[in-house]
T-cell receptor, first 114, second 114 residues
Framework: KQEVTQIPAALSVPEGENLVLNCSFT??????LQWFRQDPGKGLTSLLL?????REQTSGRLNASLDKSSGRSTLYIAASQPGDSATYLC?????????????FGKGITLSVRP | ETGVTQSPTHLIKTRGQQVTLRCSSQ?????VSWYQQALGQGPQFIFQ???????GRGNFPPRFSGLQFPNYSSELNVNALELDDSALYLC?????????????FGPGTRLTVL
């Protein structure tokens, strides 16, 4: 059974700091991994998707990496801003097609202090 | 391109009642998945629908049921509501044929059971 872990549960950093959010998963047989952002009480916004054959993806100040063999992904946020404050969740999809479901971590709640 | 929409935004019910939540998929997506997110937790998979058929189910009792319509919109029905059903309910649409099978989430419906 796939398990996804995100540690720590919460993180507080000063504005401008570069930071790394970690995600680990127990079963390396994945199709892809997605990082999501969730603002309080809101839905999920997809940030980055990495296919199992890829090593990293970049979008603006965000960079996500994937090491499937070790069961790890990181989300790097450059020059953090107060507007980055949110909960960040990673999720893995085991395969594409019927009955394939995302397995989520519990998320990391990020607070960026002005 | 229209994103995933959900209605209603918030809902308050009492124990034993029944509720119907609605989701409109992103244009071109034929697969919809429903997730339950309790406070402080990652979303948990309820079930998935593809071409109007249930396509996989998580660890939820039969009082959680769903429908998908020809236009790919979907409903989640919960009978005999319990206090523990209080959560944020998220739907996600996707198109496995797209290759990357990226999941796009709606804003969610916050259900409170009193």
């Amino acid at each position: 059974k796939q398990e996804v872990t995100q540690i720590p549960a919460a993180l507080s950093v000063p504005e401008g700091e570069n930071l790394v959010l970690n995600c680990s998963f127990t079963d390396s047989a994945i199709y892809n991994l997605q990082w999501f952002r969730q603002d309080p009480g809101k839905g999920l916004t997809s940030l980055l998707l990495i296919q199992s054959s890829q090593r990293e993806q970049t979008s603006g100040r965000l960079n996500a990496s994937l090491d499937k063999s070790s069961g790890r992904s990181t989300l790097y946020i450059a020059a953090s801003q107060p507007g980055d404050s949110a909960t960040y969740l990673c999720a893995v999809l085991p395969y594409t097609g019927a009955n394939s479901k995302l397995t989520f971590g519990k998320g990391i709640t990020l607070s960026v202090r002005p | 391109e229209t994103g995933v929409t959900q209605s209603p935004t918030h809902l308050i019910k009492t124990r034993g009642q029944q509720v119907t939540l609605r989701c409109s998929s992103q244009s071109g997506h034929n697969t919809v998945s429903w997730y339950q997110q309790a406070l402080g937790q990652g979303p948990q998979f309820i079930f998935q629908y593809y071409r109007e058929e249930e396509n996989g189910r998580g660890n939820f009792p039969p009082r959680f049921s769903g429908l998908q319509f020809p236009n790919y919109s979907s409903e989640l029905n919960v009978n005999a509501l319990e206090l523990d059903d209080s959560a944020l309910y998220l739907c996600a649409s996707s198109s496995p044929a797209s290759g990357d099978n990226e999941q796009f989430f709606g804003p969610g419906t916050r259900l409170t059971v009193l």
